[in-house]
């Protein structure tokens, strides 16, 4: 089920507020499996718009959608960065004609590979130390065996962890670690993962059996790979070059077998239960949107009479980085700054309005030589409680800054959010 906010931030959470509304507009005839809130989806388009609509069909070419009033419309995928789903939780129900079913035991994990894939498997002991020897399946259906090199692992975590968002959004770790579940953090050189899985520390080496980890992280880069990567409701991420889903049949998808660890002559499509599918995303080397919550400011300073100002905080979102939102909780002088070539950028400014809110924001960018371009200047209040920003960057730009100035009544409960602020870098 979707996980509800509490006011004033359920209201930062459009993707899944939507879902009861849209959902009592369209009758749609669905699969025992399906549920209508499966359909409600955000797209972010190249020039950063996003567009809330009911999802009907998706493949590598397009994703189709119909609104309220029965009129339909398609996105060449190649128009998107990516499609997404609010997420939720999903109980496995294996698809017809799929064999063998196995029981999810504590050896159960999600892996994390350095191109961007998450597959689940079943941990077993390999014979060559430097490689994970699992057992691939989805949604309880054993899909292959897979002996995938250490050095193309970044994480392995409890198959639960996914469910309870205790996952970590960003790998960058300098040295190997296994954490227990008895809150122990062992770090060193892993040496071999399995049945027993053995690190060397500066205490020498320690080996635990899987049963004992919660997790393991291993110390290498992340690759992404470039194409499209299919996202499900129970953390899977694949790449594919091929698929095909409307809500109502199973979802089918070509795997590319060797970026797996999957060695086979002949391939095959997996299919996955109809309500699988949370979303696709495009991954293109030469061009990516990122999340502008993840970047630290470099200056927060008082703005008006005030000595002192809290610092900014972040709401992060359960469903894409691009979604978490900035809290500036007063009148505040924040300057961030950007990665390099950064193009574009775009957000939501919003003033949670109560009985003294009125208060003048401005945005700014700021070049390399210091020029500064005043990018948008709004008073909120309760009249104007929000104002959208969407615009292209100068290749210079080095900075943005974002300001709140107390308006006629003073500093009391001027308190802007920075929604789903996003740039578009390109490399």
């Known amino acids: 089920m979707i996980e509800h906010m509490t006011q004033p931030i359920q209201n930062l959470y459009k993707p899944a507020s939507l879902i009861a509304l849209l959902s009592t507009s369209i009758g749609f005839s669905m699969h025992a499996h399906a ?3 499966v359909l409600s989806w955000t797209l972010c388009t190249r020039d950063l718009e996003f567009i809330e609509t009911h999802v009907v069909n998706v493949n590598q070419d397009r994703v189709e959608s119909i609104d309220p009033y029965g009129i339909r419309r398609q996105w060449r995928t190649e128009e998107l960065f990516f499609a997404i789903a609010p997420r939720r939780k999903l109980i496995a129900v294996p698809v017809d004609g799929d064999t063998p079913v196995i029981e999810q035991i504590a050896a159960d994990r999600l892996i994390w590979l350095t191109d961007g894939q998450i597959i689940r498997g079943r941990v077993k002991d390999s014979m060559v ?4 020897r699992c057992t ?11 002996l995938i090199p250490l050095e193309r692992i970044l994480f392995i975590s409890d198959h639960l962890a996914f469910d309870r968002g205790t996952i970590p959004t960003e790998f960058a770790a300098e040295s190997d670690s296994i954490r227990t ?4 953090l062992l770090e060193g050189f892993i040496e071999s993962i399995g049945i027993t899985n053995t690190i060397e520390t500066s205490r020498g080496d320690i080996s635990l059996i899987i049963d004992q980890v919660e997790s393991i992280e291993l110390a290498n880069i992340t690759e992404p790979a470039q194409g499209m990567y299919i996202t499900t409701h129970d953390g899977l991420r694949i790449r ?7 809500f109502e049949h199973p979802l089918t998808i070509s795997v590319d077998y060797s ?5 086979k002559e002949t391939s095959s499509a997996w299919m996955l239960n109809p309500d699988t599918p949370s979303g696709i995303d495009l991954v293109d080397l030469s061009s990516r949107v990122v999340s502008f919550a993840e970047i630290v400011p470099e200056l927060i300073e008082p ?10 905080s972040v709401l992060e ?4 980085p691009v979604f978490s939102t900035i809290d500036l909780h007063a009148p505040v002088r924040a300057v961030y700054p950007l990665p390099k070539g950064s193009e574009r950028f775009a957000c939501k400014l919003i003033a949670p309005t109560n009985l003294w809110t009125d208060c003048v924001v401005s945005v700014y960018s700021i070049s390399y030589s210091g020029q500064r371009v005043e990018l948008i200047r709004q008073r909120l209040n309760a009249d104007t409680p929000s104002v959208e920003l969407n615009t292209e960057l100068d290749r210079d730009t080095k900075q943005i800054e974002f300001r709140v100035d107390p308006g006629e009544n003073g500093p009391i409960q001027d308190r802007v959010l920075i929604e789903y602020p996003r740039l578009i870098v390109r490399d």
Request: hydrophobic content about 25%.
């Open 240 to 246: 594919s070059d091929e698929f095909d889903f409307d």
């Open 35 to 37: 549920s209508m809130n």
């Open 181 to 184: 579940y008895s809150g122990d």
């Open 129 to 132: 130390p430097d490689f994970l």
């Open 303 to 312: 703005t008006g009479d005030r000595s002192w100002t809290p610092d900014p």
């Open 317 to 320: 979102s359960n469903t894409h």
């Open 136 to 146: 691939i399946y989805t949604q309880g259906t054993i899909r292959s065996e897979a």
């Open 259 to 263: 970026s797996l660890g999957i060695h």
